[in-house]
């Protein structure tokens, strides 16, 4: 979450002046491109120092995870192996790394500067304003102004046209700017962005710019599909179709007046119309389809084509000294420079954008998301006639051009879209481990108001979930150890939700869960997770090789993510906190709630004749680690005394588990007479009322839900020395603590308390208290949710609409 910046504040002001000189980057190229490096780079500096990097981070990775940002990473490692491979690699490899740190940089630029896009939006505008002016003004009154030498030295062959012509590749971006900046403004303001964005067509007809002209015709067309696509009127969508094709018209017979005529050129025969595409760019075209097939899959290299075999005798023939220094078209570029795998991965790319964008404005509206649409229709279709796919400031302008498009139309969804509910997304391994551990926590936020996700492998307890108003989705949490293919697809299956939902948080119920979705949750820019270990369980207590290889990967895994502002975690008991410090987790994201509560109203003390014989309850899954083995063992030691006490196991066996017991041995155990096994329950309060002492032996836990219940009931306890269990069980007080795998000392705590009525009613009667005092629902899920929220120790920045 973004941290709240006081207006006034230092950083704010120089957030503020960083958005401002983004904005202005883009007309600043008037002056060189000298004049975009200093903008961008002093806004880069002033956004690192003030910005928020977390948020900004977060929403970084978000757009790299959308399929769009997927095929540009595509991209530049297949521009990377064409630059490593070029005939030219040290050229080729200065012009990746340029493009690929430019295209980081505006992108990582343009969110940090997000919560001051307002800004960046009128600097922008002001600046293009400024720049079309006094354009015009030289047009009409002294040309010589425009260039600095030209004012210096009187004898300077001034051409307006070519010094024009650059200007002109940012104000055809300049003028779709302008426009939309006229639909958002009220009064008279709105006619001064509209009058700047006709002055423009002056500027472009005296720079000739033939490109610029074809990229704004392609705006035209694009926004113009679209518009037919919206109507509804079938006589409106004529006049759009014939207004289209006006401009159509016009600009292609621009065009054929200022393209030039020559039919030939050292014997060279046009094989399309001149007055569409001049001769020299069919030369160049050729010329590079010619040597396409010599390098087929890698091409010769980015940037690498006034190096390709011939080049240097054409351009040596041309009055156009830019000839062949590039193919005039990013198609056949990308064709002669990157082969067939660079043309695999960005044809694709352009289609997607294009489709993207269509459906944007389909489902958003003209207003909301023509502007990107036109923009890229623009950009693209002008470097199929002009322009190389390398160019710095022609890819600089469009970039920064496209994020203040961008960052408009992000600002008008957000400031026109009723206020959405709170989401938060609950994961946990299954649907029934919800219910039975977190439906407290889970039906406060629905209290609350939130849009309750729940992620889980899903069971029977389902449509119960549903019918109460929670989202169950059906995610395979992979379980059994860390599998490596099986934790991928939970990985993939959660970054698909995640991305989807957008939560604002994300709670993890369990070590596994934690370690998949945190992962999941970077790769798609989770917002914030709040990580419940609830216990380490048999990774963290089993001794074998394999288990502790895993336990170190687990435990680096948990270091790494330390470092991560978005991660938070809530553990059960001092031992896990004092673990979780260890491993970084600050005092600010790590917090100590004890346990997941118990609703004692439902689990709650009955008057008990002690029966014979007396019955002590092991509730718990059917897991040699949660003290199994030794509790049989304490049985049979008990059997051999000549004690007859019922010794209830309630739980299933957990087989997907590496460390569950199987149902032969449950089986067998019974038949000896040692316990009685009933399986997995539903009734466990109604099984602690006929029972007279809670028994868990377990090696390790976080708060033992088992043990909650039991003294909510008001039954003695008989637990381990270990983490978790002495959480609840106070020796002496509520209970009795037996050393960690010790089955005679067990066997003797269960005899102690099963002999002695008067103690064990009195660590009852002390267990039910604690219960009420600290670890009810109530306080429990209420500590929890406010974690959960962060309503403790942050809050949500509130963006002012954008536009106003």
Known sequence: MQQTVQAGHWRDRVLGFAAILFGLSAPLFFFGRTGLGIGLGLSLIAALASADHGEAWRKMRADIATPIGLLVCAALVAFLVSAACSIMPGKSLETWTGRFAMMAGIWYLMRLIEPKARLAWDACIYGAIAIVGYCILAILVYPEMLSIKALREPDFAFDITRRLKPVGSFLIFGAMLLVFDAIDRKGMRRYVSILAALCILPVLEESHGRANVAAMMAAACAVGFCAVLLIQSRVLKIGVLVGVTGVCVVALTWLSGVTSNSSSLMGFDAYLPTWLVDIHRQMIWKFAFGHVFDHPLIGYGINASPWVPGADEMAGTSNQTVLPGHPHSWFMEIWLEVGLIGLAVVVPLVLMTAVTAIRDVCRQGLKVSALPLMMLAAYWFAGLFNYSFWTSWWFGVFLLSLSLALLRREGLIASKSPKARRKTMIVCGEDWSFVSHRIGLGRAALVRG??????????????????????VVDVPIARGGLSPIKSLKTVKALACLIRRENPDVIVNVAIQCVVLSVFAGMLVGAKRS?????????????GGAKVKVVRSIVSMILWVYA?????????????????????????????????????????????????????????????????????????????SRGRDYRILLVGDADLANPDSANDTDLAQWQKEGLVEWLGKRSDIAALLHQSDLAVLPSWREGL??????????GLAMVATDVPG???????????????????????????????????????????????EEELC????????????????????????????
């Open 704 to 713: 033992p839900k088992a043990l909650l219940e039991a003294a909510a009931c």
């Open 563 to 639: 470092r991560f502002p978005s991660v938070h975690v809530i553990v059960q008991n001092q031992d896990d906190y004092a673990l979780m410090t260890g491993l970084g987790f600050k005092a600010d994201r790590l917090n100590l709630v004890r346990g997941s509560g118990v609703d004692i109203s439902a689990y709650s003390p009955v008057e008990r004749v002690p029966g014979n014989p007396k019955t002590a309850i092991f509730v718990a899954r059917m897991l040699w680690s949660k003290g199994l083995a030794e509790l049989v063992e304490a049985a049979r030691i008990l059997k």
């Open 530 to 542: 709040v990580n419940m270990v609830t216990g380490l369980g048999f990774l963290f207590v089993s």
């Open 725 to 771: 269990c002495r959480e609840i069980v106070s020796h002496n007080q509520n209970g009795l603590l037996v050393p960690l795998r010790d089955a005679n000392a067990l066997a003797n705590a269960i005899e102690e308390l099963m002999e002695d009525d008067a103690k064990r009613a009195e660590f009852g009667s002390s267990a039910r208290k604690l219960v």
């Open 777 to 804: 629902d109530g306080v429990i899920v209420a500590r929890t949710l406010a974690v959960v929220t962060g309503t403790a120790s942050t809050s949500v920045i509130r963006k002012a609409p954008f536009p106003a």
């Open 450 to 471: 939130d849009d309750v996700v729940v992620a889980c492998n899903v069971g029977t307890a389902a449509d119960t979930l549903r019918a109460e108003g929670f989202r």
